[in-house]
C-alpha cells in the first residue's frame, strides 16, 4: 500500500544511490551506535541469518525514503560484519532476506547483487527462527507481533517503544476499495 507500480529506476542508477547512501551510512553516529549495540549484545544465541521487513524499494531515487532505504540495506551489511567479528555466526555465513511488498524486479535484481535474497510474503515470516535476528524499522504491518506469534528470534531490531507508547497497538483497517492496512 505504501506505492503504487514500478519504480522504472535502472538497475545502474539504484546501485550508484547505494554507493553514495552507504559512504553516508558507513560515516555517520547510527552505524556507530549500532555496532556498539551489536558488539555488547548479550546473548549466546549464534545468529546464522537476518531477515528484514519493510526496508522499502531501493528503486524509488528521490526524497527522504530514499535514504532511508538504501540506509537500512547498508545497516544489514553492517549487521553481517559486526555479528560475524564477535564470532556470535558460529564461523557460518549469514544469511539476509528481506520482506517488502514494494520489491520490484530491478529490486530484486539489486539485492541480490549485495547479497540480500528477496521473499515473497509470507517467506519471510517462514524464515525466522531461533538463530534469526529480525531487521524491521517502520513496517506498516505488526512484525514484531507477527513473528513473535510464530518463532522467537534470537535477536529483533525495530523502532524503540518508550514507554507513553506501550499503550498504543496495531489496528486493522479496510479501504473503500477493499484493500487492507494497518494503522498504530
Known amino acids: 500500500m505504501r506505492s503504487s507500480g514500478p519504480s522504472e529506476s535502472t538497475l545502474e542508477a539504484v546501485r550508484e544511490t547505494f554507493i553514495r547512501k552507504r559512504q553516508m551510512w558507513l560515516e555517520s553516529a547510527s552505524r556507530q551506535n549500532l555496532e556498539h549495540h551489536l558488539a555488547t549484545l548479550q546473548t549466546t544465541a549464534t545468529i546464522r541469518k537476518i531477515v528484514c521487513f519493510?526496508?522499502?524499494?531501493p528503486g524509488r531515487l528521490c526524497g527522504y525514503h530514499c535514504t532511508r532505504?538504501?540506509?537500512q540495506h547498508a545497516a544489514v551489511e553492517t549487521m553481517v560484519a559486526s555479528l560475524a567479528?564477535?564470532?556470535?555466526?558460529?564461523?557460518?555465513e549469514i544469511k539476509c532476506y528481506a520482506?517488502?511488498?514494494?520489491?520490484d524486479e530491478i529490486d530484486k535484481e539489486f539485492l541480490a547483487s549485495i547479497g540480500i535474497t528477496p521473499l515473497d510474503d509470507p517467506k519471510g515470516f517462514l524464515e525466522v527462527d531461533e538463530h534469526t535476528l529480525v531487521f524491521s524499522v517502520s513496517p506498516n504491518v505488526p512484525v514484531k507481533q507477527i513473528v513473535t506469534d510464530l518463532q522467537w528470534p534470537a535477536a529483533m531490531i525495530w523502532n524503540t517503544v518508550t514507554p507513553a507508547q506501550k499503550d498504543k497497538s496495531w489496528v486493522k483497517r479496510v479501504e473503500k476499495n477493499g484493500t487492507i492496512g494497518w494503522t498504530w
Open 54 to 57: 519493510g526496508l522499502g524499494s
Open 69 to 71: 532505504v538504501h540506509t
Open 85 to 92: 567479528m564477535r564470532g556470535l555466526n558460529g564461523r557460518q
Open 99 to 103: 520482506q517488502d511488498p514494494v520489491y
